[in-house]
């Protein structure tokens, strides 16, 4: 079966930084996504990692470790715009590069 | 920019009705995917398509069917529309044969009364 697991909530403070965690468990790994959703609207991607290690992509980076079935997205200088959820997906079959979706994380951020 | 359209943004339909929901994307992309959209259930996969008239059930296909008669479109059938189909469904497509980002329509509302 698959498995993925990402914290429901979180709050931050604006100008602060926010570590999101994700963890899996699937049968085969093909990459993971993050991908951002504002209330009412469609997901949009972020980042992708297929080898370990840490994508830095301006304000945003993404870690994997396949070993340890492990993902985080790091946004740095939050600003209120960020309030969103975040979906963490693993492709786990490269045929149509079928995804399995994390329930997401809903990060507000404060004043 | 990748454009993956949606027939309606809200619907609603009586139980028991037919119902269709239309995707289409404009970016040559070979799969494309239904998820409905649930509160503490994140998206959940309905069927998926990698070609033109290929499909394969997602992890609820139960009381849905898809129709992929051209590559840039791909639609989900209620037969029989439940209470409990319900939901906001979305529609994505991604490139290439491993699969890539997913790009998501704006999604349809849909409310079975």
């Known amino acids: 079966g698959q498995n993925i697991d990402q914290p429901t909530e979180m709050t931050a403070t604006e100008g602060a930084i926010v570590q999101i965690n994700c963890t899996y468990q699937?049968?085969?790994?093909?990459?993971l996504f993050w991908y951002q959703q504002h209330a009412g609207e469609a997901p949009t991607f972020l980042s992708y990692?297929?080898?370990?290690g840490l994508e830095e992509k301006g304000r945003f980076s993404s870690f994997l470790s396949r070993s340890k079935g492990y993902s985080y997205l790091l946004l740095k200088e939050l600003q209120m715009k960020d309030s969103a959820s975040y979906l963490c997906a693993v492709i786990h079959n490269t045929n149509a590069g079928k995804s399995t979706f994390g329930d997401g994380t809903t990060l507000t951020v404060k004043p | 920019d990748v454009k993956v359209t949606q027939s309606s943004r809200y619907l609603v339909k009586r139980t028991g009705e037919k119902v269709f929901l239309e995707c289409v994307q404009d970016m040559d992309h070979e799969n494309m995917f239904w998820y409905r959209q649930d509160p503490g259930l994140g998206l959940r996969l309905i069927y998926f398509s990698y070609d033109v008239k290929m499909k394969e059930k997602g992890d609820i296909p139960e009381g849905y069917s898809v129709s992929r008669e051209k590559k840039e479109r791909f639609s989900l059938i209620l037969e029989s529309a439940s209470t409990n189909q319900t939901s906001m469904y979305l529609c994505?497509?991604?490139?290439?044969?491993?699969?890539?980002?997913?790009?998501f329509g704006p999604g349809t509302r849909l409310t079975v009364t």
């Open positions: 994505a497509s991604s490139p290439g044969t491993g699969g890539g980002e997913q790009y």
């Open positions: 699937t049968s085969g790994f093909n990459g």
């Open positions: 990692n297929v080898l370990d």
